[in-house]
Structures are given as structure tokens and as C-alpha cells.
């Protein structure tokens, strides 16, 4: 190339001389090189100084969870029934005799014991037939005594020939004759004794009075009746002794409260597994009765009676359990919840009830890491005894597991310990 052309050209290169017809293509370029540049610039600021900021991660919240630890302890094993507390013996105490009831000599509600007097009925008609009973006796064993007075004096002249044996013989007959008056006479005596001892009314039992059922003044009868319309008093035959009934009315109704009966009916099945440990009943079993309204313990007795047959309609069998009741918390007619222990179950693990949750693939429970986080492990439960399950694995004795508050959970969440709502 010439030299000058190639001087020409490096000038031209070097923007030392811009050839006229080149000099807008130059223009052009730089205006696009500035151009770009500027949008650098534009978007380099907008990055720094105008872009969102990245969302924030969500916040975890710990859940709020009560808790408990599995422990280790001996479970009794029972069975539980309502039971219905009675009486060990109820008396509906009659009137024997016939006549007026004087007065009613225990307040109501108040102790007794056996052979104290309840109640008086008039004695003056008693008096008076026995005092007719005894003046015939003693009339008719004056004749007795006559009649062998005779019988010895004609058997003396018997021995001498001086009277007929027929004599004698009617004499015996007398005497015979007038010792069965006196016989009758003493029975009469003795039954008019015992009308007499009837007046005064006395309790069976060792037990507690009731509320009164007839008030002082009032007729009352041997067949259970209540008057207040005079009659006249008839005594007991002796030889037809009272049955009083059940729809009779009594005077009062004594209740024996220590010891106190608990009547109750467990399933056939139960009452098979209860025959099979005490030994068909011979051994007294463990019995307790809780109130039906607080749960307290209101005593412990033994179960040692149970029926005979087993309901048909019911498939039920009808057990009765012995109370001492020294402290009077059981009452008749009360109902009561009745807990028989069967064995107990020595050193096993254990956790409240509510701490096991149903799932689809069973029984399973949140347990509570050092780190304040939750896993949910399976568990088998081998025995639930009221609000105590006995855990035969899935947790170990000092773990720390959830009893509230597990609606919400999943394995891992976080959870803070709150105290047990009381």
C-alpha cells in the first residue's frame, strides 16, 4: 500500500482526521456505546438501591402442650361396677300386741342397740289377763292338790278293804284330769307373760332408727294396721306367732349400718375371671366403693357372697360385698362406683390416659426431645385402669410425653411446656 495512503488511513483510524463521508457512521457508534453504558448504570443502581428485599422466612411458633412423665409402679388390675350401698339388716319393727302406743322412746336417726326399748304400747289389758291366768292356776292347783289328797286317802282304805277299787280309780282319773288344767293354766300364764313382755317393743338390731311411722296415741295392731279409732286390745295367741309383712306398718324401720352392704351385677364373662381368682368365692377379694359424685374412697370391703344363678335376662350375676363402714360414708340406697381388684401388675410403665391418640394405623404418642421438639412414636397399650394406661411398649419410664395440646402437632414441632389446667 502507499505510504501515504496507509498515513491517510492511521489518521483516520485514530480519529486524527475523519474523512467526511465517515464521520456519521462514528457518530452512530458512540451514541450507542453511551447509550448502552447509561443503561448499565440505570439498572446497576435500580439492583442496589430499589430492589425488593427477599421475603423473610416464616416464623415457627412453639406450641403450648401439657405434659407428663412415664413412671414405673404396680397397677392393680380391677374390674369396676355401680353398686347400690343397703343395709347389712333392715328391720321394719311391728307391734306384737294389739293396743295403744304409748310413746316412741328413741329420737329419729339416733343409734340403738340390740334389746333397747323402742317403743311402749299400753300394758294395763296385759296386766289384767295375766293376773286372770295366774288366779286360775293357782285355783286349779289348789284342786290338784286336793284331788291327791283324796287319791291317797282312798288308796289307804283300799289297802284295808274299806272302799271299792272303782273309787280309787275315778279319784286317779280326777287327779289326772286337774293336772292338765294346771298344765293349761300355766301355758296360759306363760303366754300371758310373754303379751305382756310384747308391750314393751324393743330393737332387733344394733342399727340406726329411721323416721318415725306412727305417732304416740294411735292404735296399733298386731297384724301390722295403725288405727286412731279405739278398739278394744286383743293379746298374741301363743301358739301362732307373728309374721309381720312387708306392707304392714311398722313403728319404726332400724337400719344396721357397720358393717353396710354393697349390692352390684357384673357380666358373665367378669364373673367368670372373679370366680377363677377367689377360688370360686371361698377367698375374700379386695372391694372398694367410690362416690359416684367426687370419686373419693369412701371405704373398703371384701366381696365373699355371690347369687346363685345368673340372670337370664341379662347375662348378669348379682354380687354382694361386706363394708364396715366405721365412719358412716356409706348410706342405704346411696350409689356408689364398686372397683374389685383381680391381680396387680408388678413394675410396669405407665402414663396418664389422655396421652394416647387413636390414628389410622393405631395407638400412638408425641414424646417431648431435649430440644423442645416432638416425635411421634407407636405405642401398645396392655392395660387401661381409670385415668392410669399401662404401656407395654413405644415409651420408656422418665420420657416425657404429651397430654394436651397434641391437635396440632406433627413430628418435629417445637412446643412449650405449659402448666396442667387443675
Known amino acids: 500500500m502507499d505510504t501515504r495512503l496507509r498515513s491517510a488511513f492511521d489518521d483516520v483510524w485514530t480519529g486524527t482526521i475523519v474523512p467526511p463521508r465517515w464521520r456519521p457512521a462514528v ?30 422466612a416464616p416464623k415457627v411458633h412453639a406450641v403450648p402442650v401439657t405434659v407428663a412423665k412415664a413412671t414405673v409402679a404396680d397397677v392393680p388390675v380391677s374390674i369396676t361396677a355401680l353398686g347400690a350401698a343397703q343395709a347389712w339388716t333392715s328391720v321394719t319393727v311391728l307391734a306384737q300386741v294389739s293396743g295403744k302406743l304409748l310413746s316412741v322412746n328413741v329420737p329419729e336417726g339416733s343409734e340403738v342397740q340390740a334389746g333397747q326399748v323402742i317403743a311402749q304400747i299400753d300394758p294395763a289389758p296385759y296386766r289384767a289377763v295375766l293376773m286372770q291366768a295366774e288366779g286360775a292356776l293357782k285355783r286349779d292347783e289348789a284342786l290338784l292338790a286336793d284331788a291327791r289328797i283324796d287319791l291317797a286317802r282312798y288308796r289307804a282304805l283300799q289297802a284295808q278293804n274299806a272302799i271299792a277299787s272303782q273309787t280309787v280309780d275315778t279319784q286317779a282319773a280326777l287327779v289326772q284330769q286337774d293336772e292338765g288344767t294346771v298344765l293349761l293354766d300355766q301355758g296360759t300364764v306363760a303366754a300371758a307373760n310373754v303379751n305382756l313382755g310384747w308391750c314393751r317393743v324393743v330393737s332387733p338390731v344394733t342399727g340406726r332408727v329411721g323416721v318415725r311411722l306412727v305417732d304416740p296415741g294411735n292404735l296399733v295392731s298386731s297384724s301390722g294396721s295403725v288405727s286412731s279409732t279405739p278398739s278394744t286390745a286383743a293379746a298374741t295367741s301363743s301358739s301362732a306367732p307373728i309374721s309381720g309383712s312387708s306392707s304392714a306398718t311398722g313403728i319404726v324401720i332400724v337400719n344396721q349400718l357397720q358393717p353396710t352392704a354393697v349390692t352390684f351385677t357384673v357380666p358373665e364373662g367378669d364373673f367368670q375371671r372373679l370366680s377363677d381368682v377367689s377360688n370360686g368365692f371361698r377367698k375374700p377379694m379386695v372391694t372398694k366403693a367410690f362416690s359416684q359424685e367426687s370419686g373419693e374412697l369412701l371405704d373398703t370391703g371384701q366381696l365373699s357372697i355371690a347369687d346363685n344363678r345368673v340372670d337370664p335376662t341379662t347375662g348378669s350375676v348379682e354380687l354382694k360385698a361386706r363394708f364396715p363402714n366405721t365412719a358412716e360414708k356409706l348410706w342405704p340406697g346411696q350409689f356408689v362406683n364398686v372397683q374389685l381388684t383381680l391381680q396387680v401388675l408388678p413394675r410396669v410403665t405407665t402414663i396418664p390416659v389422655n396421652a394416647v391418640n387413636q390414628g389410622p394405623n393405631g395407638s400412638f404418642l408425641y414424646v417431648v426431645g431435649a430440644n423442645k421438639t416432638v416425635s411421634m412414636r407407636p405405642v401398645t397399650v396392655a392395660w387401661t385402669q381409670g385415668t392410669t394406661v399401662v404401656v407395654k411398649s413405644g415409651v420408656r419410664a422418665g420420657e416425657t410425653v404429651v397430654t394436651d395440646g397434641q391437635m396440632i402437632l406433627k413430628a418435629g414441632s417445637p412446643v412449650r411446656i405449659i402448666p396442667a389446667a387443675k
Open 27 to 56: 457518530s452512530r457508534w458512540r451514541v450507542l456505546l453511551v447509550g448502552l453504558g447509561l443503561v448499565l448504570v440505570l439498572a446497576l443502581v435500580w439492583v442496589l438501591f430499589f430492589r425488593a428485599p427477599p421475603p423473610a
